[in-house]
C-alpha cells in the first residue's frame, strides 16, 4: 500500500533512464545519479543551486570543511555587506543585554569583543553584572566601556542581572547575550536585515555551534523555522534571538526562578503573543556558544521543563510534561485525550494477503486499548479463501467490509470509505502495519483533535528495528523523503528529532489520524494520484489550510512496508509512476525546495540530515 515514496532523482531527460536506474539500482542508485528537476523544470524554479561536486574523500558532515567552503566571509561578501548597510530602510537599534555572574575573564573579554566587532553599528552593550564579581571582571568591563560608547554597564545583584540589563535598554530589540559565548561578525548585520524584510516580525532568530576554547567550532545545530510540537519538546529557539522590546517590557521581563532558561520562558511567553508569521529564522550560523557545565545543564532541565508547563497551562492546554523518554533532557508533552473517547474510523484498503492483514487486525485488536473506535475493511478485489476466512472471524460490531472491485486507487478507495465512516475522526492505514505500543490511538488523538492540528503521523519501523518513519521531508530525493530513515532503536538522530514530537510539513498515510472536518474541507485524497504521493499532495493541502501537521514517536508501529501491492514492474505501473511525479513537480513547484520543518543548510540527497554541499540560501 502506498504512503510515501521514496523518489531518488526527479524527471530526468529520459523518463526511460529513470527506470532502468531504478529498477537495476533501486532508490539508492537513483539518488547518486539523477538531479532533482531537468533543464525544463528548472527555469520555473526561483532557488536553483547546483550541489557541489564533493569528493568522496570529504565526510558529509565535516564541519570543518564545511565552514572553510560556506561559511567563512570572503573580501566580496564584505563589500556585500557594507553596500547593503546603507540601503536599508530600517536601522533599529539593537539592544545586546549581557548579565555577568562570576565569568572567565578571557571568556568574557571575548565576548565583548564579538559584539564591537559587529558589521552593523546601531547597536548598544547593555551589561549588568554582579556587584560580587571579581575586580578582573570589573576591570575588563571598565575598559571597554571607555573604548566603547556603546557599551553600559550596571552593577546590581546576581538574581536580577537579566532584568537589570534590561533596564539599561533603549533600542527596539533586544538580544540577550551570556558572557562566555560569541557572535559572528555579521550576526546582527543579518538580524536587522530579517527585519527589513518582515517589519512586524516580533522574535528573530538563528542557527548556532559551540565552540571550545581552542577556537574549533564543531555541532552546529541548522535549525527549522518556528515548530511548535519541537519547540515544547527543546528549545529551539536558543542562540541569537532578537525580541521586540516593547512586547518584551508588556510580558513582564525575564522571570526570576529559571536559572539558566530565562530566554526558553520568554521565548514561549513570546510566541504567545505573537502570529507564527511573525517569528522569523535566518538559516545562517551566527552564534557560537560554549558549553555548560554539568551542574549548570541540570538546573536547565528542570527549569525549562517548569517553562513549558506555565506555557501550557497559561494557553490552556491541558497536558503533562515529562522527560522524554530516549532523551531525558528535554521533554514530552502528554496532551490529555478527551473524555469521552470520539469515535475514529480505521480506513484499511486491502487485496488479499490475509497473513499481513490478519497481523494488522490481531495487533489492532489484542493491544489498542482505546476503544471507541470502528473499523472498515476496504477490500479492493481479493480472491483467496484465506482472506474470506479472515474477514468472517472478525467481530461484527466493530469491522465492516466493503467491497471494492475498481482499479486499485488509494486515494478513492480512501475518499469512498471516508464516506461510510460514522467517526468524528479518520485513521488511514496500511494493512501491513502491526501496532506495538497500546496507547497509540490515545496518543494520536490527543494531538489531532486540536484547532490547529491537521494530519498526525506515527513512528513506523520497519521488523528489523530500523526506523521506516519518522516524519517526512520534502525535496528529499526530489518529491519527499523520510526523516532519518534507517536509524537503529536507541539512536536519538540530529539534535534529537528522531525521538521527540514535531511538526512536519508531511506524514505518511500508512498511518494518518486527522479529523473529519479537516479531511473533507480539503477535498481528501487527490484522486489524480491514485499510488504515489498522495498523501504528501494531502498534507500540503492541510498545511495550506493553515493545519500544522505533527509527528508523534509515542505512537509506534511496525511497518511491513508495501508488502501486499507488489513492485512496479509493467510499463503501465512506470508510466502511472512518472505521472504523479510530474504532476507533484507541476503542482508545488518550489515548495518542494524550502520544507520549513526542515534546513537548508541540511542535505537534500540523503535522508540522514547530513550537511548540505551547498546550502540551499541565498547569499550575504
Same mark, same amino acid.
Given at each position: 500500500?502506498?504512503?510515501?515514496?521514496?523518489?531518488?532523482?526527479?524527471?530526468?531527460?529520459?523518463?526511460?533512464?529513470?527506470?532502468?536506474?531504478?529498477?537495476?539500482?533501486?532508490?539508492? =542508485?537513483?539518488?547518486?545519479?539523477?538531479?532533482?528537476?531537468?533543464?525544463?523544470?528548472?527555469?520555473?524554479? &526561483?532557488?536553483?543551486?547546483?550541489?557541489? &561536486?564533493?569528493?568522496?574523500?570529504?565526510?558529509?558532515?565535516?564541519?570543518?570543511?564545511?565552514?572553510?567552503?560556506?561559511?567563512?566571509?570572503?573580501?566580496?561578501?564584505?563589500?556585500?555587506?557594507?553596500?547593503?548597510?546603507?540601503?536599508?530602510?530600517?536601522?533599529?537599534?539593537?539592544?545586546?543585554?549581557?548579565?555577568? =555572574?562570576?565569568?572567565?575573564?578571557?571568556?568574557?573579554?571575548?565576548?565583548?569583543?564579538?559584539?564591537?566587532?559587529?558589521?552593523?553599528?546601531?547597536?548598544?552593550?547593555?551589561?549588568?553584572?554582579?556587584?560580587?564579581?571579581?575586580?578582573?571582571?570589573?576591570?575588563?568591563?571598565?575598559?571597554?566601556?571607555?573604548? /566603547?560608547?556603546?557599551?553600559?554597564?550596571? %552593577?546590581?545583584?546576581?538574581?536580577?542581572? =537579566?532584568?537589570?540589563?534590561? $533596564?539599561?535598554?533603549?533600542?527596539?530589540?533586544?538580544?540577550?547575550?551570556?558572557?562566555?559565548?560569541?557572535?559572528?561578525?555579521?550576526?546582527? %548585520?543579518?538580524?536587522?536585515?530579517?527585519?527589513?524584510?518582515?517589519?512586524?516580525?516580533?522574535?528573530?532568530?538563528?542557527?548556532?555551534?559551540?565552540?571550545?576554547?581552542?577556537?574549533?567550532?564543531?555541532? @552546529?545545530?541548522?535549525?527549522?523555522?518556528?515548530?511548535?510540537?519541537?519547540?515544547?519538546?527543546?528549545?529551539?529557539?536558543?542562540?541569537?534571538?532578537?525580541?521586540?522590546?516593547?512586547?518584551?517590557?508588556?510580558?513582564?521581563?525575564?522571570?526570576?526562578?529559571?536559572?539558566?532558561?530565562?530566554? %526558553?520562558?520568554?521565548?514561549?511567553?513570546?510566541?504567545? +503573543?505573537?502570529?507564527?508569521?511573525?517569528?522569523?529564522?535566518?538559516?545562517?550560523?551566527?552564534?557560537?556558544?560554549?558549553?555548560?557545565?554539568?551542574?549548570?545543564?541540570?538546573?536547565?532541565?528542570?527549569?525549562?521543563?517548569?517553562?513549558?508547563?506555565?506555557?501550557?497551562?497559561?494557553?490552556?492546554?491541558?497536558?503533562?510534561?515529562?522527560? +522524554?523518554?530516549?532523551?531525558?533532557?528535554?521533554?514530552?508533552?502528554?496532551?490529555?485525550?478527551?473524555?469521552?473517547?470520539?469515535?475514529?474510523?480505521?480506513?484499511?484498503?486491502?487485496?488479499?494477503?490475509?497473513?499481513?492483514?490478519?497481523?494488522?487486525?490481531? &495487533?489492532?485488536?489484542?493491544?489498542?486499548?482505546?476503544?471507541?473506535?470502528?473499523?472498515?475493511?476496504?477490500?479492493?478485489?481479493?480472491?483467496?479463501?484465506?482472506?474470506?476466512?479472515?474477514?468472517?472471524?472478525?467481530?461484527?460490531?466493530?469491522?465492516?467490509?466493503?467491497?471494492?472491485?475498481?482499479?486499485?486507487?488509494?486515494?478513492?478507495?480512501?475518499?469512498?470509505?471516508?464516506?461510510?465512516?460514522?467517526?468524528?475522526?479518520?485513521?488511514?492505514?496500511?494493512?501491513?502495519?502491526?501496532?506495538?505500543?497500546?496507547?497509540?490511538?490515545?496518543?494520536?488523538?490527543?494531538?489531532?483533535?486540536?484547532?490547529?492540528?491537521?494530519?498526525?503521523?506515527?513512528?513506523?519501523?520497519?521488523? /528489523?528495528?530500523?526506523?521506516?518513519?519518522?516524519?517526512?521531508?520534502?525535496?528529499?530525493?526530489?518529491?519527499?523523503?523520510?526523516?532519518?530513515?534507517?536509524?537503529?532503536?536507541?539512536?536519538?538522530?540530529?539534535?534529537?528529532?528522531?525521538?521527540?514530537?514535531?511538526?512536519?510539513?508531511?506524514?505518511?498515510?500508512?498511518?494518518?489520524?486527522?479529523?473529519?472536518?479537516?479531511?473533507?474541507?480539503?477535498?481528501?485524497?487527490?484522486?489524480?494520484?491514485?499510488?504515489?504521493?498522495?498523501?504528501?499532495?494531502?498534507?500540503?493541502?492541510?498545511?495550506?489550510? =493553515? %493545519?500544522?501537521?505533527?509527528?508523534? @514517536?509515542?505512537?509506534?508501529?511496525?511497518?511491513? $512496508?508495501?508488502?501486499?501491492?507488489?513492485?512496479?514492474?509493467?510499463?503501465?505501473?512506470?508510466?502511472?509512476?512518472?505521472?504523479?511525479?510530474?504532476?507533484?513537480?507541476?503542482?508545488?513547484?518550489?515548495?518542494?525546495?524550502? /520544507?520549513?520543518?526542515?534546513?537548508?543548510?541540511?542535505?537534500?540527497?540523503?535522508?540522514?540530515?547530513?550537511?548540505?554541499?551547498?546550502?540551499?540560501?541565498?547569499?550575504?
Amino acid at each position: 500500500m502506498p504512503g510515501i515514496i521514496d523518489f531518488g532523482g526527479g524527471i530526468t531527460k529520459s523518463m526511460g533512464k529513470l527506470w532502468r536506474v531504478f529498477s537495476t539500482e533501486g532508490w539508492s =542508485g537513483v539518488k547518486r545519479r539523477i538531479l532533482f528537476v531537468d533543464s525544463r523544470q528548472r527555469e520555473n524554479i &526561483s532557488l536553483n543551486i547546483t550541489p557541489d &561536486s564533493v569528493s568522496i574523500e570529504i565526510e558529509r558532515n565535516d564541519y570543518s570543511e564545511w565552514i572553510r567552503r560556506y561559511d567563512l566571509l570572503t573580501t566580496a561578501d564584505r563589500e556585500k555587506i557594507n553596500v547593503q548597510l546603507a540601503r536599508f530602510q530600517a536601522n533599529p537599534l539593537i539592544s545586546v543585554l549581557m548579565p555577568v =555572574g562570576v565569568p572567565l575573564v578571557l571568556f568574557l573579554d571575548a565576548a565583548i569583543q564579538s559584539v564591537r566587532d559587529q558589521f552593523y553599528p546601531n547597536w548598544e552593550l547593555c551589561i549588568a553584572a554582579d556587584a560580587a564579581t571579581k575586580s578582573a571582571v570589573h576591570k575588563v568591563l571598565e575598559r571597554h566601556c571607555q573604548q /566603547d560608547p556603546r557599551i553600559k554597564v550596571i %552593577y546590581c545583584e546576581l538574581q536580577n542581572t =537579566g532584568n537589570s540589563a534590561l $533596564e539599561l535598554a533603549q533600542g527596539e530589540f533586544i538580544a540577550p547575550f551570556p558572557p562566555t559565548d560569541l557572535l559572528a561578525e555579521q550576526a546582527l %548585520y543579518c538580524l536587522v536585515d530579517a527585519i527589513n524584510q518582515h517589519p512586524d516580525a516580533g522574535l528573530v532568530y538563528s542557527d548556532e555551534d559551540k565552540i571550545d576554547e581552542s577556537g574549533q567550532r564543531h555541532d @552546529p545545530y541548522f535549525k527549522c523555522a518556528l515548530n511548535y510540537e519541537l519547540l515544547l519538546a527543546q528549545n529551539s529557539i536558543g542562540h541569537l534571538a532578537a525580541y521586540r522590546t516593547g512586547l518584551v517590557r508588556h510580558l513582564g521581563g525575564f522571570r526570576i526562578g529559571f536559572d539558566a532558561c530565562q530566554d %526558553y520562558d520568554l521565548a514561549l511567553r513570546m510566541i504567545e +503573543a505573537l502570529q507564527a508569521g511573525q517569528v522569523i529564522h535566518i538559516p545562517r550560523v551566527l552564534y557560537h556558544c560554549r558549553m555548560l557545565a554539568a551542574e549548570d545543564k541540570n538546573k536547565s532541565v528542570a527549569s525549562g521543563r517548569k517553562a513549558v508547563a506555565e506555557h501550557l497551562e497559561r494557553s490552556g492546554l491541558s497536558a503533562e510534561v515529562m522527560p +522524554a523518554p530516549e532523551a531525558p533532557a528535554l521533554n514530552r508533552v502528554r496532551f490529555a485525550c478527551p473524555s469521552p473517547q470520539p469515535l475514529v474510523t480505521i480506513i484499511i484498503p486491502t487485496r488479499d494477503r490475509a497473513d499481513l492483514l490478519g497481523m494488522c487486525l490481531d &495487533s489492532l485488536i489484542q493491544r489498542t486499548t482505546y476503544t471507541n473506535y470502528q473499523v472498515i475493511i476496504v477490500d479492493n478485489g481479493s480472491v483467496e479463501a484465506a482472506t474470506q476466512q479472515l474477514f468472517e472471524r472478525l467481530p461484527k460490531d466493530r469491522f465492516s467490509i466493503r467491497r471494492d472491485e475498481s482499479p486499485f486507487n488509494f486515494s478513492a478507495l480512501n475518499n469512498k470509505a471516508a464516506h461510510l465512516a460514522d467517526g468524528e475522526l479518520f485513521c488511514l492505514m496500511n494493512n501491513d502495519i502491526e501496532i506495538l505500543t497500546p496507547d497509540w490511538l490515545e496518543e494520536m488523538v490527543s494531538f489531532a483533535v486540536r484547532k490547529d492540528v491537521g494530519c498526525v503521523g506515527a513512528r513506523l519501523w520497519y521488523p /528489523d528495528g530500523r526506523l521506516q518513519h519518522g516524519g517526512a521531508i520534502l525535496g528529499i530525493g526530489g518529491v519527499c523523503g523520510h526523516a532519518q530513515k534507517n536509524l537503529h532503536r536507541g539512536d536519538t538522530g540530529y539534535f534529537s528529532r528522531a525521538v521527540l514530537h514535531q511538526s512536519f510539513s508531511v506524514v505518511t498515510a500508512a498511518c494518518l489520524l486527522i479529523r473529519r472536518a479537516v479531511f473533507e474541507e480539503v477535498g481528501g485524497l487527490d484522486e489524480q494520484l491514485s499510488v504515489a504521493f498522495n498523501d504528501v499532495d494531502f498534507c500540503l493541502r492541510v498545511r495550506e489550510a =493553515g %493545519y500544522r501537521n505533527v509527528w508523534t @514517536p509515542y505512537a509506534e508501529m511496525n511497518h511491513h $512496508e508495501s508488502a501486499s501491492r507488489g513492485l512496479e514492474d509493467t510499463p503501465a505501473k512506470q508510466q502511472r509512476f512518472l505521472t504523479e511525479v510530474d504532476f507533484m513537480l507541476s503542482r508545488w513547484g518550489d515548495t518542494l525546495l524550502t /520544507d520549513p520543518a526542515y534546513s537548508p543548510n541540511l542535505t537534500l540527497e540523503h535522508e540522514d540530515f547530513s550537511y548540505a554541499w551547498p546550502p540551499r540560501v541565498n547569499p550575504l
